[in-house]
């Protein structure tokens, strides 16, 4: 990955601009998508229509498949976390999503999932976290905004 058109994204993220920002993070969404080119891109498709289809063991079983094939691709660790959090293994989730950060430290969607997962387990203090972290590196991101409130009101 070209680290400066990377930190150049980084930092469109950042600007009071929408449309700057939402094609910033479009851009990078491709860019961790397609980080394994087509092999890794049609494994995450294929598992992602399995489980619209309901088959949530055969996606996962896709998932694990490329993440054994390709244990640096952290899309398809982010994909297998998301599997996981929408069947409700939230602690799956979070260890699939802190792999997500070791090997991309500025996936906002990880952070964001990690928020979800604590919020789920009632863990408000670290979903806190999470969205926060998410919000450092996308700022303007209005449902992290909101989610911070939602917890901070349950703690309360």
């Known amino acids: 990955m070209d680290s400066l058109f990377i930190n150049s ?15 910033a993070t479009r851009k990078l969404w491709r ?13 995450i498709d ?6 619209d289809a309901g088959k949530v063991a055969e ?11 390709q244990p640096d691709f952290a899309e398809a660790w ?19 999503c802190q792999k997500v950060i070791e090997l991309n430290s500025f996936h ?7 928020g979800l997962c604590y919020a789920a387990l009632g863990r ?11 919000l450092a590196i996308q700022p303007y991101s209005l449902v992290n905004q909101k989610l911070i409130l939602e917890c901070t009101m349950r703690l309360s």
């Open 9 to 23: 994204l980084l930092e469109d993220l950042k600007n009071p601009n929408e449309s700057v920002r939402e094609l």
């Open 46 to 51: 294929r598992s992602q229509k399995l489980l």
């Open 124 to 134: 408000y203090v670290e979903a806190i976290q999470s969205f926060r972290r998410a």
């Open 59 to 69: 996606a996962e079983q896709v998932l694990n498949e490329l993440i054994s094939d």
């Open 78 to 96: 982010n994909r297998r976390g998301f599997l996981y959090y929408t069947i409700g293994e939230y602690q799956k989730s979070l260890l699939d």
């Open 31 to 43: 860019i961790w998508f397609q980080q394994k080119g087509i092999y890794g891109l049609e494994m």
């Open 108 to 114: 906002f969607g990880a952070f964001h999932g990690m």
